[in-house]
């Protein structure tokens, strides 16, 4: 089992910047695959973004693409994603995950997820 927890979530005008955080705890993290999602109400979860478990693969949504960079520090156990150049459109909850194996876009192949943080973006 890995545990996530996900944190940095907020309240922040267009054009700021976040950082989320998301620990794992559990079976070791540096074997798995991590990724970001986000769903917004009435809206189905979208992939954001994905690193590998050495970190030297990372690929994003074209939404958030150029704008939002996602990165691990397995000493730590965490994973972040850096949320720059936010716009209304971003708000939504975010989800990190977990998986053994390549990162991919498909939220139905992840095995662990977080219980999610909102992130509000005002106009």
């Known amino acids: 089992q890995v545990q996530l927890v996900e944190s940095g979530g907020g309240l922040v005008q267009a054009g700021g910047s976040l950082r989320l955080s998301c620990a794992a705890s559990?079976?070791?993290?540096?074997?798995?695959?991590m990724g970001w999602f986000r769903q917004a109400p009435g809206k189905e979860r979208e992939f954001v973004g994905a690193?590998?478990?050495?970190?030297?693969?990372?690929f994003y949504g074209d939404s958030v693409k150029g704008r939002f960079t996602i990165s691990r520090d397995n000493a730590k156990n965490t994973v972040y994603l850096q949320m720059n150049s936010l716009k209304p459109d971003d708000t939504a909850v975010y989800y990190c995950?977990?998986?053994?194996?390549?990162?991919?876009?498909?939220?139905?192949?992840?095995?662990?997820w977080g219980q999610g943080t909102q992130v509000t973006v005002s106009s």
């Open positions: 995950a977990a998986r053994a194996g390549a990162p991919i876009v498909r939220p139905s192949g992840y095995d662990y």
């Open positions: 559990g079976r070791t993290f540096s074997n798995y695959a």
């Open positions: 690193i590998s478990w050495t970190g030297g693969n990372t």
